[in-house]
Antibody, heavy 119, light 107 residues
Framework: QVQLVESGGGVVQPGGSLRLSCAASGFTFSSYGMHWVRQEPGKGLEWVAFIRYDGSNKYYGDSVKGRFTISRDNSKNTLYLQMNSLRAEDTAVYYC????????????WGQGTLVTVSS | DIQMTQSPSAMSASVGDRVTITCRASQGISNYLAWFQQKPGKVPKRLIYAASSLQSGVPSRFSGSGSGTEFTLTISSLQPEDFATYYCLQHNTYPYSFGQGTKLEIK
């Protein structure tokens, strides 16, 4: 069965960096586009970033563009999110999610990892 | 960027009621719209994709319709497990965008 397991969350000071990972199993990871989505505590969902199945194209939300970088290692079945210049408003649960065949997004989600930006 | 406006933001209803939630896009998105359900402390779950296609395993009381700029999610007969927050998502154009959510509570 499809499994997506995020890791790497924690507490970081404003201006700091953190790298999130999403380990995928149960499907051919190298065939599917992948996303990061976040949710501030008690708030709604915000789309963060997308990477094509082969890493050839990447897209970002306006609030993270220039600070976050999405990447993947298909040999390790792992998705990453490098987060730099972190701000208090980046505090959220970060989910990875996969595309379905045909590009329809978010058929499976991970359980999420909490990132807290605080001094 | 495309803005997604959901209405209502919150509502209360009774078991057995028919409920409709609306999502409007600031520009046309064809049928590139999905609906998600999220319960407190849980991961979002996709209910509908391609505006009207029911996700496998989702009860048939859920249905979606619309195209272009106006979309609806309908629950034909509310069940106790349906009380949750619902979100729409447009994926026609990057950056993707979610609606602000509709919290469905028990009357």
């Amino acid at each position: 069965q499809v499994q997506l397991v995020e890791s790497g969350g924690g507490v970081v000071q404003p201006g700091g960096s953190l790298r999130l990972s999403c380990a995928a199993s149960g499907f051919t990871f190298s065939s599917y586009g992948m996303h990061w989505v976040r949710q501030e505590p008690g708030k709604g969902l915000e789309w963060v970033a997308f990477i094509r199945y082969d890493g050839s194209n990447k897209y970002y939300g306006d609030s993270v563009k220039g600070r976050f970088t999405i990447s993947r290692d298909n040999s390790k079945n792992t998705l990453y999110l490098q987060m730099n210049s972190l701000r208090a408003e980046d505090t959220a649960v970060y989910y990875c999610a996969k595309n379905q065949g045909g590009g329809w997004p978010f058929d499976y989600w991970g359980q999420g990892t909490l990132v807290t930006v605080s001094s | 960027d495309i803005q997604m406006t959901q209405s209502p933001s919150a509502m209360s209803a009774s078991v057995g009621d028919r409920v409709t939630i609306t999502c409007r896009a600031s520009q046309g998105i064809s049928n590139y719209l999905a609906w998600f359900q999220q319960k407190p402390g849980k991961v979002p779950k996709r209910l509908i994709y391609a505006a009207s296609s029911l996700q496998s395993g989702v009860p048939s009381r859920f249905s979606g319709s619309g195209s272009g700029t106006e979309f609806t999610l309908t629950i034909s007969s509310l069940q106790p497990e349906d009380f949750a927050t619902y979100y729409c998502l447009q994926h026609n154009t990057y950056p993707y965008s979610f609606g602000q959510g509709t919290k469905l509570e028990i009357k």
